[in-house]
């Protein structure tokens, strides 16, 4: 096999925010993030730019130790590796290369997890929420998960598929990697 991996960690940090998804979806995890390494230093999504403000949304790459996670120290999650091409990740990394240059121009898509709801894709230009940011960069890169636009693409559709290997489930702060950065900080 290939031996290149990208990973996607799927989270619950307890807010109002996310306890009001989860009465809804009675999922486990209500956010998606993806990184390219797996101690995830470098990890994007979509969710707050502001710990302190969860109403300013966008892209965001998450900083586990000094973002929003560092605000919610019993943040569950579970972890997922994806095996792909070494072509796969050039991909990867040039569409993500678009978001990370134009980070201000994009917004949260609220009324996007409404339309997940109901079933019905609401999609606005340069709009998004953390799961349909994952699915459309691995969509874009060439990587199909499911036979479903982006927009309707939920954290629990990645828990549920078989191309995603578990790597870990539990207190975000409690994964080995993570530990071991807080260690020598």
Request: with cysteine; aromatic share 14%; charged share 25%.
């Amino acid at each position: 096999m290939t031996g290149h991996y990208v990973y996607i960690m799927l989270s619950d940090t307890g807010t109002l925010f996310t306890n009001l998804i989860k009465k809804y979806t009675k999922a486990p995890y209500n956010h998606a993030s993806l990184s390219f390494d797996p101690e995830l230093k470098e990890m994007y999504s979509f969710g707050r730019k502001n710990p302190n403000n969860p109403f300013n949304g966008g892209f965001v790459r998450e900083d586990i130790f000094a973002g929003t996670y560092s605000k919610y120290q019993d943040t569950t999650c579970v972890i997922y590796k994806l095996e792909v091409t070494e072509r796969d990740i050039k991909k990867l990394k040039r569409v993500l290369d678009v978001f990370i240059k134009n980070g201000d121009k994009f917004l949260y898509n609220l009324l996007g997890i409404l339309g997940v709801t109901l079933n019905e894709p609401v999609e606005f230009s340069n709009s998004y929420f953390c799961s349909q940011f994952v699915a459309e960069v691995l969509s874009r890169s060439g990587i199909k998960l499911w036979d479903k636009l982006p927009a309707l693409v939920t954290p629990e559709d990645f828990r549920k598929n078989d191309r995603l290997q578990l790597i870990y489930e539990g207190k975000l702060f409690e994964f080995a990697p993570i530990k071991q950065q807080m260690s020598k900080r």
